[in-house]
């Protein structure tokens, strides 16, 4: 038998098959999906419109994008959601308990070996788990949930190999942005970025996931990262189910390898206008900034908080920044109380926004106007996605973000070390 | 529905995302405002000049970003006949075939002009052009997403193959 990649492994498994390779297509069952406000305007339509009425895989909703609802129409949006949800029986996250992304990984849902698929791009996100985990949009979510399954072209393999640990002030955001970097937005098309290697257990969950999210940014279909001691030791708290390490078979041939150092990553932004316009914070210092953020799908977790508020600690933020904190989950945001990490960031004078995705796709929470710069935590910086065409978006790691909040200007996180 | 589309051409550059295409404070509730809207981010009076019918003719990662199905289904309510790019960001590409909307890759984008017409075969990935007379060659639809475009979208397919089981 040939060696398989973990995403070829996944595909093969959910498609009955014992062996898979890249370019084929294969219809394969799918272990659970999700929406978010955005969706569950469409799905329920078209499930109706099909006489569906028992969903073939786990489902869950979570109103998150517009969330709490800025005006009337999508009050209204959410109201249907909430009918449809009692209705179906299908599990409801009411506005503001957290990320779609975040609350299928906190209720244990997606585990090594699943594949996953989402309606929404940053779906990839959970692939951190060791799960094959993909986006695609309503019309597909709504056919996975009236047959279980959905086509698939087996993609091809990157392998990156990791070795060596991250800096001081160095995030999984920075390993993430210097990949991208490299293989700008197109690298990983119709791919896999596959994360292994002697340097994977030096990451933590929160990196991880971190950079899963922004897999898709390359526009790959999935980030997968080998489930170690450290997935089963995270899934062990969200999970009774029985867990296994996974992991691609050995002498798995790729279609390239990319090596990543992680003690060579340093401070990193993607700056305007483009996401792969990658640059070492270093060059880009001194830039002045009207708007900071820490939080999102990308980087909204406690290790996000807790590096920003350690950062902040005793100090004031600059007068003419406003510094937002949005938690991934409540989940988050109640660890990062017990830990006094809100009460260190609101003295520093961040304020605390609800657990949402508003910020990050230009709805609401924190628009931009006209030449107004941000430097946020959050995945994109394409023009619009934060109110005005004309401002401009830095998205870095929360460490640079904290640093600048707290300068003013686009800073160098290391002076904080 | 035939497989072959000819229309006007409207040319874009790389990486056209999706919240260029759909941006999200045009999302309001009122179709009419993102139709007004269409394509903004990478040309604000797209949406006000486009004739129905028109093809997008773009280069890399069109459709790149953000999962929102809106982004082709308002292209395909604008009229937008058809959609050759060099490359589609991944989700946008099943999307519009989720919704019918078809989509062919095309390396030589390049030799197509800017304006003009021209005539694609999404089954052979012929596709024509009419200034220079050149015929040039996408990859072709494989045959069972012609079969959704065919049926409308992935929704009226598994519509009509429920109702004969």
Known sequence: ?417 | MTTKVKGEVWKFGDDIATSLIAPGQFITGDPEVLQQHVLYGADPEFGKKFEPGGIIVAGRNFGCESSREIATQCLKDKGVALIIAKGFGRIFYRNAVAIALPCLMLEDVDEIPDKGVIEADLETGEVFVEGTGKTLKAQPLPEFLIEYIRAGGIIPHLKSQMAES
């Open chain 1, 1 to 417: 038998m040939v060696a398989q990649a973990m995403a070829e492994k996944i595909l093969a498994s959910h498609s009955g098959r014992k062996e898979v390779r890249p370019g084929e297509f294969v219809i394969a069952s799918v272990d659970g999906s999700l929406a978010h406000d955005g969706g569950v305007r469409e799905i329920p339509k078209l499930l109706e419109e099909l006489g569906v009425t028992e969903l073939k895989v786990p489902f869950v909703v979570t109103l998150d994008h517009f969330a709490p609802a800025p005006n009337h129409y999508y009050a209204e949006v959410h109201k249907k959601g909430r009918e449809y949800c009692e209705k179906q029986g299908v599990p409801l996250n009411d506005v503001c308990t957290g990320i779609h992304l975040q609350l299928p990984i906190e209720a244990g849902m997606c585990l090594p070996g699943m594949l996953f698929v989402g309606g929404d791009s940053h779906t990839t996100m959970l692939g951190a788990l060791g799960a094959l985990a993909t986006g695609v949009g309503g019309s597909e979510v709504a056919a996975i949930l009236a047959t279980g399954r959905l086509w698939f072209k087996v993609p091809e393999t990157i392998r990156v190999n990791l070795t060596g640990k991250l800096p001081d002030m160095c995030m999984g955001k920075d390993a993430i942005l210097h990949i991208l970097r490299d293989l700008k937005t197109t690298g990983a098309s119709y791919k896999v970025l596959e994360f292994g290697g002697e340097g994977l257990g030096s990451l933590t969950m929160d990196a991880r996931l971190s950079m899963a999210n922004m897999a898709v940014e390359m526009d790959g279909k999935a980030g997968i990262f080998e489930a170690d001691g450290t997935t089963l030791e995270y899934l062990r708290t969200v999970t009774d189910k029985p867990l296994e390490r996974f992991g691609p078979d050995p002498g798995a041939g790729y279609k390239e390898v990319y090596e990543l150092r992680l003690s060579d990553v340093e401070p990193l932004a993607t700056c305007p206008p483009r996401i792969d316009n990658v640059k070492p914070i270093r060059e880009i210092e001194g830039k002045r900034i009207d708007q900071a953020l820490v939080g999102t799908c990308t980087n909204g977790r406690l290790e996000d908080i807790r590096i920003a508020a350690g950062i902040v600690k005793g100090k004031r933020i600059a007068r003419h920044v406003r510094f937002f904190v949005c938690p991934a989950s409540q989940k988050v945001f109640r660890q990062a109380l017990d830990e006094g990490l809100v009460a260190a960031l609101a003295d520093a004078g961040a304020v605390f926004l609800p657990p949402s995705c508003g910020p990050d796709c230009g709805l609401h929470l924190g628009m931009l106007a006209d030449g107004e710069v941000e430097i946020g935590s959050s995945n994109r910086n394409t023009a619009g996605r934060r109110g005005s065409f004309k401002a401009e978006i830095y998205s870095a790691s929360p460490a640079t973000v904290a640093a600048s909040a707290v300068e003013g200007r686009i800073t160098d996180p290391r002076k904080f070390a």
